[in-house]
Nanobody, 119 residues
Framework: QEQFVESGGGLVQPGGSLTLSCVLS???????????MGWYRQAPGKERELVAT???????DYLDSVKGRFTIATDKAKDTMYLHMSSLKPEDTAVYYC??????????WGQGTQVTVSS
């Protein structure tokens, strides 16, 4: 079974907002407590890039191009992490994935969710 299931993507106009969700499998129920978690995105023709990270202690970091617009969050009771996106730009268009940055080689990637920002 997939370890990460992303959802919430869709078509949104520039300047709009969208919230992505990532449900972790029960096998990873402790991940939010012990792993640094993150959101990635991959646009056509580009490499996958790390967009945001959140450590168990609450320290968050963001790609410069999304600072002030994106917020990463978790809900441990629901085994879920979120990416709140606002003031969206066409260059935010990509497939978005969640993962644990330090464990990408040993845990399978999910299918991702497509975000398209276009007028």
């Amino acid at each position: 079974q997939e370890q990460f299931v992303e959802s919430g993507g869709g078509l949104v106009q520039p300047g709009g907002s969208l919230t992505l969700s990532c449900v972790l499998s029960r096998d990873l129920r402790t991940a939010l407590d012990i792993y640094i978690m993150g959101w990635y995105r991959q646009a056509p023709g580009k490499e996958r890039e790390l967009v945001a990270t959140l450590a168990p202690a609450g320290d968050a970091d963001y790609l410069d191009s999304v600072k002030g617009r994106f917020t990463i969050a978790t809900d441990k009771a629901k085994d879920t992490m979120y990416l709140h996106m606002s003031s969206l730009k066409p260059e935010d268009t990509a497939v978005y994935y969640c993962h644990a940055p330090r464990h990408t080689d040993e845990i399978s990637w999910g299918q991702g969710t497509q975000v398209t920002v276009s007028s």
